[in-house]
T-cell receptor, first 119, second 113 residues
Framework: EPEVTQTPSHQVTQMGQEVILRCVPI?????FYWYRQILGQKVEFLVS????????KSEIFDDQFSVERPDGSNFTLKIRSTKLEDSAMYFC?????????????????FGPGTRLTVL | DQQVKQNSPSLSVQEGRISILNCDYT??????FLWYKKYPAEGPTFLIS?????DKNEDGRFTVFLNKSAKHLSLHIVPSQPGDSAVYFC????????????FGTGTRLTIIP
């Protein structure tokens, strides 16, 4: 069964350093997402990406964050200058997204996550 | 901002019995609802979804019920099995699922053998 994969599984970095989290979405999916979960809190939306551009972003997704689909398979989240409060599990998700007037098939499938620890 | 609420942080159910997990939402724009199961150190695993044009969706042991007037949905698992022990998240989306998911805080389900 196809699945979303993420690398690395755990990233430790110093405050102020740049990190890139990588994701390979399911191959026929068209919408891509990043979410995060700070320890003990709920899963929060960061950004959605469709047709090579950001379709929506949350207030968490400030200028320190960027996303990119550098090739046909990878989807990356970059944090330019990490802060202590960026420590969290980061989840990538993808969906088919057949459109509002078609069959509803927009279940988002999640990867296993990257645990980011900022020291 | 608690647009999706799961008021029970934990639930214990005897193996073989029915597990009922509840979720309430406040945003009238939500029209697509999903349940995810999550084990520690893993990503959420999709279980079942329902759109606002239905009031029930069933998949094997899992059934989701939607009460739009009460802005309430529930997940029924029957019969409950030990492998069902996990944290269950309710999530909601607008535009029939074409927008971001808003998650609840989760309910930890423990199935007692």
């Amino acid at each position: 069964e196809p699945e979303v994969t993420q690398t690395p599984s755990h990233q430790v970095t110093q405050m102020g350093q740049e990190v890139i989290l990588r994701c390979v979405p399911i191959s026929n999916h068209l919408y891509f997402y990043w979410y995060r979960q700070i320890l003990g809190q709920k899963v929060e939306f960061l950004v959605s990406f469709y047709n090579n551009e950001i379709s929506e972003k949350s207030e968490i997704f400030d200028d320190q964050f960027s996303v990119e689909r550098p090739d046909g398979s990878n989807f990356t989240l970059k944090i330019r200058s990490t802060k202590l409060e960026d420590s969290a599990m980061y989840f990538c998700a993808s969906s088919v997204n057949s459109g509002p007037s078609g069959i509803v098939m927009n279940e988002q499938f999640f990867g296993p996550g990257t645990r980011l620890t900022v020291l | 901002d608690q647009q999706v609420k799961q008021n029970s942080p934990s639930l214990s159910v005897q193996e073989g019995r029915i597990s009922i997990l509840n979720c309430d939402y406040t945003n009238s724009m939500f029209d697509y609802f999903l349940w995810y199961k999550k084990y520690p150190a893993e990503g959420p695993t999709f279980l079942i979804s329902i759109s606002s044009i239905k009031d029930k969706n069933e998949d094997g042991r899992f059934t989701v019920f939607l009460n739009k007037s009460a802005k309430h949905l529930s997940l029924h698992i029957v019969p409950s099995q030990p492998g069902d022990s996990a944290v269950y998240f309710c999530a909601a989306s607008a535009n029939f699922g074409n927008e971001k998911l808003t998650f609840g805080t989760g309910t930890r389900l423990t199935i007692i053998p």
